[in-house]
């Protein structure tokens, strides 16, 4: 089932213009379908993380 990416960015209140979503959206589907195989493969024990962040490098 595809997801409504139009929805899911309003809903979180994304201020991403509606010419961009409608780029990204092939995009978000495709990384979507490449990361849901890879969790029907994951053991159910298995704990996804629900939410990554990943911090600015220092720079030295």
Not at 3 to 23: C, F, H, M, R, T
């Amino acid at each position: 089932m595809p997801k409504n990416w139009k929805l899911i960015a309003a809903g979180l209140n994304l201020d991403i213009p509606e010419s961009d979503l409608e780029k990204l959206q092939p995009v978000l589907d495709g990384l979507e379908a490449a990361l849901r195989s890879l969790v029907e493969t994951m053991p159910h024990q298995t704990e996804p993380a629900i939410r990554f962040q990943c911090d600015p490098e220092e720079h030295s």
